[in-house]
């Protein structure tokens, strides 16, 4: 090869190689500085969400320590739990026990909520990811739009309600 190809393909090449190394390392970094939000233990199930110092939430639900699921919101976060409605104050409102069964199966379910900025920041963007907790994850239903779960009369089976803005 002589000096002139040499040079091109330097030249074509430095580009490639240092997008795909600053996005490793983006990603490495980020998992250094994550920040512990939330945890919980169901069924055997690690739940874990995290915050990032320049934004964005993630969660890693872990099942005899390896990870079974994971979810990344740039713009946004995530949080364990759907919300019962019981309170108009977002940051006191009462969340739906991980392992309640809300969708009257009879197995344990674990909710996940995720919330992301829309329309330049002007609106949020709520889903409800709906697990069951049995040997294995299984996504039941993901509810697009604002959702609380309410318990009937203390039966132990739940109604969800969507909220219309």
Known sequence: MNGRSRFWLFALLTPVVSIVLSGCA????????RIPLESCEVKGFHIQTYAYPRGGASLEIEKSGVVVYSMFELHGGIYIGGETGDTDDEARAIQVEPGTDVLGSGKPNLIITRWAWEGGGKDRKYTDYIFE??????LSRKLQGVFYYKELNDSGLYSIYE???
């Not at 983006?26 to 500085?33: A, C």
Request: avoid cysteine; charge should be neutral.
């Open 26 to 33: 983006s990603r490495f970094i980020q998992s250094i500085h």
């Open 133 to 138: 907790l049995t040997d294995t994850l299984v």
């Open 163 to 165: 909220v219309k803005e």
